[in-house]
C-alpha cells in the first residue's frame, strides 16, 4: 500500500513542477533603469520645429509650426504643450493612474495551504498526516465594482488635471512671449535715448571746456544719459531672465534663438461673452472637471469601505489524510467578527473626505469668478489708461521736440527741458508695459474661461502706435 501511495506521488511530482514552472513563467522579471545624465532640452529652434510637426499628422487639425515669419502666439502654444518638460514628466502620471486602474480590476488571488504531520513514538501502523486545502477572500470581490469605479475616475481626474496643466503652460508660454516682444520695444526706445543723451553729453562736455555751455547744462545731459543707462540695464537683467524662462517652457536650451511675430491688435472680451462662458464654465474648464471626477471617485471609495463593513469572510475547500490513513475531503470557512472596528474609522474617513472635495469644489468656482471680476476691471482700467495715453502722448511728444530746439538755442533752463523730456519718455514706457499687462490680463481671461482661441488676421498685424519705439 505504501510503494503504491508513493508511486502516486511520483507520478504527480512532474505535473506539480510543471504547473509551478509554468506560473513562474508569467512572472514580470526585474530589469533596471538607470537615470539619464542631462536634462531633455533642445539644442535649437529647428530641431524643436521638426520634431513637433512630425508629431502633428494631419488627423490632428494642428497646423504646421513655421518659424520662418517668426512664431504667433498659436505656434508658441503648440511649441510649449508638446516640448514643456515639465508636462512630458506630468504624462508618466496618466500612466501611472491606467496602470492603477488596470491592477484594482484584477481578481485576488486563491490562497493554497499545505500541512504535514509526522507521527512520533509508537508508530506502528500509522503514517504521515497531510492536509491541502485551497481558499479565496469574497470580500475584495464585493467590494471590487466600487474599486474600479473608483479608481477610473482617479484616472479621469489625472487626466484631466494634465489638460488644464497644458493650459496653464499655454498662458505662461503666451505671456511670457508677449512680455519679452514688449521688453524688446522698450529696450529699442531706451537704446535710442542712450544714443541721443550720449551725443548730447558730448556736444555739451566739449562745449563746456570751450566756456560754450554751462555747468548745469553739461549736468543735465549726464544725469539724462547716467538715468537712461540705468535704466537699460535694470530692463536688461528682466529681459535675461524672460528669455530663459521661455526658452525652458517650450522645451529649449537657454542659448536657442527664438523670433517672434509682430502681436496682433488685441480686441476686449466683451462682458455679455464673459456672463454667458462663466454661466457654462463647471461643463466645460478641465480643473473643474477634475475636481468633479475626483468628487465621483471618492463616492465609490464611500460606497466600498460601506460594503467592506460586513463580516470578511473567505471559503475554500480542503483534502486532508489522518494518521491512520484515512482521508477526508470538505471546505472551510473564515470569518472576522466586526466586534469593535466594522470599518467604521475608514467609513468615517472616507465621509470626511468627500465633504472636504466638495468644499474646495465650491472654493474653486468661488475664486474663479473673483478673479474673472477682477480681470474684467482691470480690462476697463487698463483701456482706459491707454486711451488718455493715446490722446495726450502725442501731443507732449511734439512739446518735447520743440523744447528740445529751443534748450539747443538755450531760450529753456537744462532742468525744464529734462523734466519734460524724462516725463514723456516714461510715459512712453508706460504705454508699452500697460499694452503688456492688457495682453497678459486677455491670455489670462481666455484661460480662466475656457474661451476658444481667436484667430487674427494678418492684416491687423501691421501693428499699432503702441508696438513703434
Keep these: 500500500m505504501s510503494e503504491q501511495i508513493t508511486r502516486r506521488m511520483l507520478w504527480r511530482l512532474p505535473l506539480l513542477t510543471l504547473t509551478t514552472l509554468t506560473l513562474l513563467g508569467g512572472c514580470a522579471s526585474y530589469q533596471p533603469k538607470p537615470l539619464p545624465e542631462q536634462g531633455a532640452l533642445v539644442k535649437n529652434l529647428d530641431i524643436l520645429t521638426?520634431?513637433?510637426?512630425?508629431?502633428?499628422?494631419?488627423?490632428?487639425?494642428?497646423?504646421e509650426v513655421n518659424p520662418a515669419d517668426g512664431l504667433d502666439l498659436t505656434e508658441v502654444?503648440?511649441?510649449?504643450?508638446?516640448?514643456?518638460?515639465?508636462?512630458?514628466?506630468?504624462?508618466?502620471?496618466?500612466?501611472?493612474?491606467?496602470?492603477?486602474?488596470?491592477?484594482v480590476g484584477l481578481l485576488p488571488d486563491p490562497q493554497l495551504s499545505t500541512s504535514l504531520d509526522h507521527p512520533t513514538g509508537n508508530t506502528a501502523g500509522y503514517v504521515n498526516a497531510w492536509g491541502l486545502s485551497l481558499g479565496i477572500d469574497i470580500i475584495p470581490l464585493i467590494t471590487r465594482q466600487a474599486r474600479i469605479n473608483a479608481k477610473q475616475d482617479i484616472h479621469t481626474k489625472v487626466r484631466l488635471e494634465l489638460l488644464?496643466?497644458?493650459w496653464q503652460?499655454?498662458?505662461?508660454?503666451?505671456?511670457?512671449?508677449?512680455?519679452?516682444?514688449?521688453?524688446?520695444?522698450?529696450?529699442?526706445l531706451l537704446h535710442k535715448m542712450?544714443?541721443?543723451?550720449?551725443?548730447?553729453?558730448?556736444?555739451?562736455?566739449?562745449?563746456?571746456?570751450?566756456g560754450n555751455v554751462t555747468l548745469d547744462v553739461n549736468g543735465t545731459d549726464l544725469t539724462a544719459l547716467i538715468d537712461t543707462l540705468s535704466q537699460i540695464t535694470q530692463l536688461e537683467q528682466q529681459h535675461n531672465q524672460t528669455r530663459h524662462e521661455l526658452n525652458h517652457m517650450l522645451g529649449l536650451k537657454s542659448g536657442a534663438i527664438i523670433s517672434l511675430a509682430k502681436l496682433p491688435v488685441e480686441p476686449a472680451f466683451d462682458r455679455a461673452t464673459i456672463e454667458a462662458q462663466l454661466r457654462k464654465l463647471p461643463e466645460i474648464r478641465p480643473d473643474l472637471l477634475a475636481l468633479k471626477a475626483g468628487y465621483q471617485a471618492q463616492e465609490e471609495r464611500v460606497r466600498a469601505a460601506i460594503l467592506a463593513q460586513f463580516p470578511s469572510f473567505s471559503i475554500g475547500i480542503t483534502?486532508?489524510?489522518?494518521t491512520s490513513n484515512v482521508y477526508t475531503s470538505g471546505f472551510?470557512?473564515?470569518?472576522?467578527?466586526?466586534?469593535?472596528?466594522?470599518?467604521?474609522?475608514?467609513?468615517?474617513?472616507?465621509?470626511?473626505?468627500?465633504?472636504?472635495?466638495?468644499?474646495?469644489y465650491q472654493a474653486r468656482l468661488a475664486q474663479?469668478?473673483?478673479?474673472?471680476?477682477?480681470?474684467?476691471?482691470?480690462?476697463?482700467?487698463?483701456?482706459?489708461?491707454?486711451?488718455?495715453?493715446?490722446?495726450?502722448?502725442?501731443r507732449l511728444k511734439a512739446l518735447v521736440e520743440r523744447a528740445r530746439r529751443a534748450y539747443r538755442r538755450g531760450d529753456i533752463d537744462a532742468l525744464t527741458f529734462l523734466n519734460m523730456e524724462s516725463t514723456w519718455v516714461n510715459k512712453r514706457l508706460e504705454q508699452i508695459s500697460l499694452q503688456q499687462t492688457q495682453w497678459e490680463n486677455r491670455i489670462a481671461l481666455q484661460t480662466l474661461l475656457a474661451l476658444p482661441d481667436v484667430k487674427f488676421s494678418s492684416a491687423n498685424s501691421s501693428g499699432t502706435q503702441d508696438n513703434q519705439p
Excluded: C
Design 169 to 188: 503652460v499655454i498662458q505662461q508660454a503666451r505671456s511670457l512671449a508677449v512680455r519679452l516682444q514688449m521688453e524688446n520695444v522698450r529696450l529699442s
Design 319 to 322: 483534502r486532508m489524510r489522518d
Design 164 to 166: 488644464w496643466q497644458e
Design 332 to 360: 472551510n470557512i473564515g470569518l472576522n467578527l466586526p466586534l469593535f472596528s466594522g470599518n467604521r474609522g475608514a467609513i468615517a474617513i472616507e465621509r470626511a473626505t468627500r465633504k472636504q472635495l466638495s468644499q474646495e
Design 77 to 103: 502654444a503648440i511649441l510649449a504643450v508638446l516640448g514643456n518638460p515639465d508636462l512630458k514628466a506630468r504624462r508618466t502620471q496618466l500612466e501611472v493612474a491606467g496602470a492603477q486602474a488596470f491592477a
Design 194 to 210: 542712450r544714443s541721443l543723451y550720449q551725443n548730447r553729453y558730448r556736444h555739451s562736455e566739449k562745449g563746456l571746456l570751450e
Design 368 to 394: 474663479t469668478q473673483t478673479d474673472v471680476s477682477r480681470l474684467l476691471e482691470l480690462q476697463n482700467i487698463i483701456e482706459e489708461q491707454r486711451g488718455n495715453l493715446q490722446t495726450y502722448l502725442p
Design 50 to 63: 521638426t520634431r513637433v510637426n512630425q508629431s502633428l499628422g494631419p488627423e490632428t487639425g494642428v497646423h
